[in-house]
């Protein structure tokens, strides 16, 4: 509860940076800029990277702040609606006061930034960032008693959104370990670090949209059977094959999805880690270079980070289901048992089951809800990675982007072909589900359109 007390520091700043009541401005127009709102996303990812959040830990601490800033943000946009009803369990957030008078933009990032913060162990990382940005609404002009009537509604939207996150069942599914068992085919540790495998317990976690953790479950994997005639033979040898014949641009295509938030490096008898972002970040950040790329304006931005979240949340609830039931043996364990003993993959071998593909269903999940909002032709360069030491890489489409996610698994040789293509059509049935149930506009309302014609 402390952290909510940082939100009276908010509500003084403008006597330390403002001073005298200043000539009223129209500051709506500045205060609606995307922008703002694109910077605290990136500001959000920066922090989850330092704090090494597993890929499905992120999904969760993505959703929720954009769910806050998006309820608070649609009192400006009669064309929108809330999720409340439409998402499992929610039923809402408090109302602002009648006859008064509300920067919501303001309000909408002050409670994006204040969940955000309590979902996270460093949320004093953003204590510089928050500043400067607020200073800036003040300085545009809103009115000290507008400001720090926003910011209030701010707290007390994110508190009731704390309060909803809490009963999502994730507190319950901490400190449980995944048993290994010494079955055949089954998953056991891998190098370097020989990690426990990441929540075993993901499947329990309440879903945003999705009916159940099941509802999309894909269909059984290749049975587990080292004999050279069978079908599980066939694919890891096209594992092992493939990866020893990388062309450089398939090695590229690897690193630049590779996403692993924790990479354990060994040199000698030193190791040490690298930090990157999660397979769900960095769709947030093809989602801000999709919006800024189509100009879109404040609530079609958060509309799209909104269903882009909710996507990922649910697509790494459904996909970890899988995980724990079918419990299947790693590219790395099985070739180096049965084909090469000296073996290693491009890439590090996540700490957890193999099947389903993690990439492929969240990617595919995510690509269908951004073709949904900007069209299946949608070109951009994506410079998401570029902050990591990658460079740009172009796509015709989502849905291009989301099948080169999928097989840069094959490329880093992580995971077996079945998970790859099954995980792409579990991910692509999360994402068609969000987009028929989840109503963001008012029917028979007019809503301005985000434009389609990709900027080249």
């Known amino acids: 509860m402390k952290r909510y007390f940082k939100g009276c520091f908010w509500l003084l700043l403008w006597c330390c940076t403002w001073g005298c009541q200043q000539p009223t401005k129209d500051y709506k127009a500045a205060a609606a800029n995307p922008e703002f709102f694109r910077q605290s996303v990136n500001k959000l990812t920066a922090v989850i990277v330092h704090d090494i959040f597993s890929p499905p830990v992120a999904s969760r601490i993505y959703a929720y702040p954009h769910i806050a800033a998006y309820e608070i943000l649609v009192h400006d946009y009669p064309g929108y609606q809330s999720l409340a009803g439409q998402l499992n369990g929610f039923k809402g957030i408090p109302q602002p006061a009648k006859d008064s008078a509300y920067c919501y933009p303001l309000a909408s990032l002050n409670a994006f930034l204040t ?33 720090a009537r926003s910011i209030r509604y701010g707290q007390t939207v994110a508190k009731a959104i704390m309060a909803y996150a809490n009963e999502d069942g994730y507190k319950q599914t901490r400190g449980f370990r995944h048993q290994v068992t010494k ?23 309440r879903p945003f949209v999705i009916d159940s953790c099941n509802q999309f479950s894909p269909a059984v994997p290749v049975a587990f059977n080292p004999a050279k005639n069978s079908g599980f033979y066939q694919e890891m040898v096209q ?51 999709a919006t800024r790329q189509a100009k879109a304006d ?7 980070y909104t269903r882009v979240t909710l996507s990922l949340a649910d697509g790494f609830i459904s996909c970890w289901d899988e995980k724990y039931r079918s419990d299947r043996i790693r590219p790395e364990t099985a070739i180096n048992e049965h084909l090469d003993k000296n073996w290693v993959p491009l890439l590090q071998t996540p700490p957890f089951p193999e099947y389903p593909s993690g990439h492929s269903v969240i990617s595919n999940a995510a690509a269908v809800v951004l073709t949904d909002l900007f069209g299946p032709s949608f070109e951009y360069i994506d410079s998401t990675e570029v902050a990591y ?17 999928a097989i840069s698994r ?22 068609n589900y969000l987009v028929a149930k989840l109503k963001t506009r008012k029917p028979n309302k007019a809503v301005a359109t985000v434009a389609q014609t990709p900027v080249k």
């Open 115 to 147: 969940v955000g913060r309590n979902l996270t162990f460093s949320g004093d990382k953003l204590d510089k960032y928050e500043a400067d940005v607020y200073a800036k609404y003040l300085e545009m002009g809103v009115p000290q008693e507008v400001y």
């Open 183 to 205: 079955k055949p085919g089954h998953w056991v540790p891998t190098p370097p670090a020989y990690m426990d495998a990441i929540e075993p317990n993901w499947f329990k976690i």
């Open 239 to 289: 594992v092992y094959e493939t990866t020893n014949k990388l062309t450089e641009e398939q090695r590229k295509i690897a690193s630049f999805w590779d996403c692993n938030p924790f990479v354990m490096h060994v040199t000698g008898h030193v190791m040490y880690a690298t930090k990157k972002i999660t397979p769900g970040g960095h769709w947030l950040g093809i989602t801000g270079i």
């Open 298 to 304: 404040l609530m079609q931005t958060l509309e799209a």
């Open 389 to 405: 030491g990658l460079p740009p890489r172009s796509f015709k489409s989502f849905k291009a982007a989301a099948d080169e996610a």
């Open 410 to 431: 094959l490329y880093g040789g992580i995971h077996f072909m079945s998970a790859i293509e099954n995980g792409a059509v579990e991910g692509t049935q999360v994402g």
